[in-house]
């Protein structure tokens, strides 16, 4: 079913909190993402890097995209003792891996986003995301994750 998108530019909930996964953005403990390029509708593409942090030499980093379709479900709930609730859907996502070294900190990742998927939006009832995420195995600790949502993006 054709989807008409109408309006200027809103405020967005944008929260850095660990609690906060409406819009997920927050750092590893060790790394975190920076984009450098984002054109995200189909045909697009992402481009950025893992910043690591001094002392982190060795590993892999896995660094995934992925296209989700949310939508609200409880949209005719008017009240602040009910919060949105969201279901979501991926559309496609994409995975590759970047090999740490120790003289480098900084490790670029790219994607190209296939022809068909829609425009990075937010709505109040429905959103389409572009999610950056990247993921490192530790040993005996939980695994190291962080996660980027590129939201009204430009290059200054």
């Known amino acids: 079913m054709p989807v008409e998108v109408r309006g200027g530019e809103q405020t967005v909930h944008e929260g850095d909190h660990l609690y906060d996964r409406l819009i997920a953005s927050y750092p590893a403990r060790h790394f975190h993402l920076e984009l450098a390029a984002a054109l995200l509708e189909g045909g697009g593409h992402l481009r950025g890097r893992v910043h690591v942090a001094e002392g982190v030499s060795e590993g892999v980093v896995q660094v995934a995209v992925r296209c989700r379709e949310t939508w609200r479900t409880n949209f005719r709930i008017r009240n602040w003792r009910h919060p949105p609730l969201w279901d979501d859907e991926v559309l496609w996502q994409h995975q590759t891996s970047v ?5 480098r900190r900084w490790l670029p990742f790219g994607f190209e986003i296939p022809t068909g998927l829609p425009p990075g939006m937010e709505g109040h009832i429905i959103s389409w995301r572009y999610e950056i995420e990247a993921q490192r ?6 695994d190291e994750r962080a996660v980027i949502t590129p939201l009204r993006f430009e290059i200054g």
């Open 137 to 142: 195995r530790v040993r005996a600790r939980p």
């Open 99 to 103: 090999e740490l070294e120790p003289a």
